[in-house]
């Protein structure tokens, strides 16, 4: 976990903040516009709230939010999830995969311990 702190500049608020850091370049990838395009043309599935700001703006203009990136959503009584592993040059692609599976299933495994009431 990472936090980052600062004072803004005058003339600029959270939501310039907000603006210019989301999506968060950990998990586009770089350069950033230009990876925006790539996973726009190749995932099958918008990101949806995966890698958006999860937090709070208060009306005095502060603001604490965390990169939402393992996600959970029930719509129309089906639990999507979504998670994701880093990729970097030297990646091995199978790993990967097992890593966004173990991360998925903890997701899982949280909404079958609220089914089962616990």
Known sequence: VSNVEGLLKDGMTSLDVLRATFPAGTLTGAPKVRAMEIIDELEPVKRGIY?????????AGD???AIAIRTGIVKDNTLYVQA???VV???VPELEWKETEAK???LLRAAELVEEGF
């Open 51 to 59: 890698g958006g700001a999860c937090g709070y703006l208060s009306f």
């Open 63 to 65: 603001m604490d939010v």
């Open 84 to 86: 994701a592993a880093g």
């Open 89 to 91: 040059a030297d990646s």
């Open 104 to 106: 998925a299933r903890a």
